[in-house]
């Protein structure tokens, strides 16, 4: 990439929306615009500068985040390219996170859909300004208008159309710009409009320079006076209502035919926000200060991406302030360690090109940061800053992990770190109530990409099933017995005798342990002993074998022997009177019980409240929000561990839901009843 850019003349942008939209399709076109590659790559080719991917190939989708580096006009355009599909919500945060603005991408014969929506959600959270690329302008039934109209009854802002189509014989040619009034076709240089457009032209011109005007007090004064605006202070104005929020550019043209994208980056380089944007930071023992993007500020680079292929480890890097060279030392605040750094690329799909230096504002990329994870901010020593890393949504779906040979086993771990390290929207744990690996992310498709990679680099080969659910064991009233632990043949004699009661806690109280024992029925150095020997049953209880929670267990009497009681006796007999005193304090299963935020297309609402009545579900909210229901309600994990595919299937893949645990409650006992008997089989067969 030829010489290098100054802060203002970068642009950060990430492209999100619903997937199929088009947005691996626009980098691909704006890209060969720069004329970078001689080609325009198509999807259905397997030849996208962004899908690179074997998997991506293959499935003719987008499925990690990628930057796109594109020079025009004197400017730096780095386009982030997501995944549309909504299971790979932690790569789209990431996108926002480091990009100025949000491009959201449309169908223009879809208009406005789920991804759409999620995508406008995500990028107004975390105070994006966003602008619109209505694409697939060459569909036949595409409508530049009714996708506005539909935007503006959908979302609340002020949206702008910087451009026309052109059609002639309803086939769609190229674009107005409504700023330049210059037409935009195919790849020929800008002309002039069609005559026959010219009201049309006169009547969104009009209300451009309006919205325009409304982004300075000084332009609105000008356009008082004078009742027009220059091109300049049109661009100047928008570009104020762009950054602060709230005006929102829409843009339209077809990837695949390259036709609008041109006039689409000239905007991109006049209107949209550079990278001089604060960001919080704090200094190791200092207060929070603000970083404002200044490339002779303190150094602050933050790894947003982290890739481990065969080649090594990748970290993806976002400046946020200061300038570096390519092999300085830069300390890892968290891991609390300097990083030296062996080089600085450009990475481009699958080319690499190496920089020298890195500035305020860019997105670059290192080698082999051996301590650095996604999240991890790099500083001067003397300065350690620390960057909050965006929140990502907790996992929705997971599967329990069993390796399928010795070797497998000893791979489990270090591959699960290596892919989950990669994407933190995907996780894995050691589930000790029922002792399984779990692997949990955001959905069916996530999590089979992710066995599937495993596979691929690292040689892992995994069974999956459904994972147990955690369930806990508990009492519900107050009940007591005893046990005597007496060997006498042979060797040295083993007596303890111990009385114990159980009972119940209140949720989250966990587990106590309480000595009555005053007259010395046992002697003071054996209660350690029985306390010992009950933590040893508390992670397998008694009911079926589940994690013993909220619990008080007290010992009351018992008896011991001159020369046989002992630590070991005490141990079993106290282990054995808390079990059977379990038995006799009303025992009971616990569940998880997960709370639920469901987004639908209000039409689906029926069958979803319908279906989640057959999920032992409990509504406690429903709102319409802008012809979407939003569901909230409680259901038992058990319940809802495949939900992310069911709600696809209700819905057409147009629903979308949050999960959290909310807590612990009784299973009813007609299904503790049969959960118990499988775990007495399973215990007899072993
Ligand atoms: N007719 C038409 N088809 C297009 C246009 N842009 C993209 N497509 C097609 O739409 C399909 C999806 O395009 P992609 O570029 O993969 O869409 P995406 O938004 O990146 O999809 P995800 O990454 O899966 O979210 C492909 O078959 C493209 O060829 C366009 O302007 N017109
Ligand atoms: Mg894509």
């Not at 969104?204 to 609105?220: C, H, K, N």
């Not at 104020?240 to 709230?246: D, S």
Request: aromatic fraction near 6%.
């Amino acid at each position: 990439m030829a010489g290098s850019y100054t802060t203002d003349k970068i642009r950060n942008i990430v492209l999100l929306g619903h997937s199929g939209c088009g947005k691996t399709s626009l980098v691909e076109a704006m890209l060969f615009n720069t004329g970078a590659v001689n080609r325009l790559g198509k999807i259905e080719d397997g030849n996208t500068v962004s899908d690179y991917d074997e998997e991506e190939i293959s499935r003719k989708m987008s499925l990690n985040l990628s930057v796109i580096p594109c020079e025009w006009d004197g400017h730096k355009i780095n386009v982030l390219d997501t995944p549309g599909y909504t299971d790979f919500q932690g790569e789209m945060l990431s996108g926002i996170h480091v990009a100025e603005a949000v491009v959201l991408v449309l169908d223009g014969s879809a208009g406005v859909e789920v991804g759409t929506q999620l995508s406008w959600q995500m990028a107004a959270e975390n105070h994006k300004p966003i602008a619109v690329f209505v694409n697939k302008m060459n569909r036949e039934n595409a409508s530049y208008r009714k996708v506005i109209d539909q935007l503006r009854q959908t979302f609340d802002a002020k949206f702008v159309p910087m451009q026309l189509p052109i059609r002639t014989n309803d086939k769609f040619e190229g674009v107005v710009d409504l700023i330049t009034q210059k037409a935009y076709t195919g790849a020929s240089k800008p002309g002039d409009p069609p005559a026959g457009m010219a009201d049309e032209i006169e009547e969104f011109r009009m209300e451009l320079i309006e919205f325009a005007a409304e982004g300075e007090d000084a332009l609105m004064e000008k356009y008082f006076e004078e009742e027009t605006l220059s091109p300049e202070e049109i661009g100047q104005g928008l570009k104020a209502g762009l950054a602060r929020g709230g005006v929102v550019p829409v843009f339209c043209g077809s990837a695949t035919e390259n036709v609008g994208v041109r006039d689409f980056m000239n905007s991109i380089s006049h209107i949209f926000p550079a990278p001089a944007v604060e960001i919080k930071a704090t200094a190791k023992g200092g207060a929070p200060e603000t970083l404002t993007g200044n490339p002779d500020g303190p150094v602050a680079v933050q790894a947003f991406k982290t890739v481990n292929d065969q080649y090594g480890k990748v970290s993806y890097l976002r400046v946020w302030s200061g300038t570096f060279k390519a092999d300085v030392r830069l300390f890892n605040s968290r891991a609390e360690q300097e990083e030296r750094l062996a080089g600085l690329s450009l990475l481009r799909g699958k080319d690499q090109i190496d920089i020298t230096e890195a500035v305020a504002g860019d997105i670059v990329s290192a080698l082999k940061l051996n301590a650095t994870l996604t999240g991890d901010t790099l500083s001067e020593k003397a300065k350690a800053y620390t960057i909050p890393m965006i929140v990502y949504p907790s996992p929705l779906y997971a599967v329990a992990l069993v390796p399928e040979s010795q070797s497998d086993a000893a791979k489990l771990g270090p591959s699960l770190t290596r892919i989950t390290e990669e994407d933190l929207t995907l996780k894995h744990r050691y589930e000790t109530a029922t002792r399984q690996t779990l692997l949990e992310g955001m959905g069916e498709t996530h999590i089979n990409i992710a066995v599937k990679r495993m596979k691929n680099r690292f040689g892992l080969n995994v069974e999956t099933s459904i994972p147990k659910v955690p369930m806990r064991e508990t009492v519900t009233k107050v009940g007591s017995d005893m046990y005597r632990h007496k060997k006498q043949s042979g060797g040295a004699g083993q007596f303890g005798e111990v009385h114990m009661r159980v009972e119940p806690l209140e949720r989250g109280a966990g587990f106590e342990y309480k000595s009555e024992i005053f007259g010395g029925a046992i002697s003071q150095p054996f209660l350690p002993s029985i306390e010992k020997g009950i933590k040893q049953v508390l992670d397998q209880g008694p009911i079926a074998g589940y994690p013993v929670a909220d619990v008080r267990a007290v010992v009351f009497d018992g008896k011991e022997h001159p020369v046989d009681s002992k630590d070991i006796a005490f141990q079993i007999a106290g282990r054995e009177a808390f079990k059977k005193a379990m038995m006799q304090a009303g025992p009971v299963l616990l569940e998880p019980i997960m709370n639920l935020t469901i987004t639908i297309p209000e039409e689906y609402t029926g069958d979803v409240t319908g279906d989640l009545s057959t999920r032992r579900g409990r509504m406690s909210g429903m709102e319409q929000v802008r012809g979407n229901t939003v569901i909230t309600a409680q259901a038992p994990l058990a319940e809802v561990q495949r939900y992310s595919t069911d709600l696809r299937s209700l819905t057409q893949g147009r629903g979308i839901y949050t999960m959290e645990l909310s807590h612990y409650e009784n299973v009813p006992s007609h299904i503790a009843s049969e959960i118990i008997a499988q775990a007495q089989k399973e215990k007899e067969e072993e």
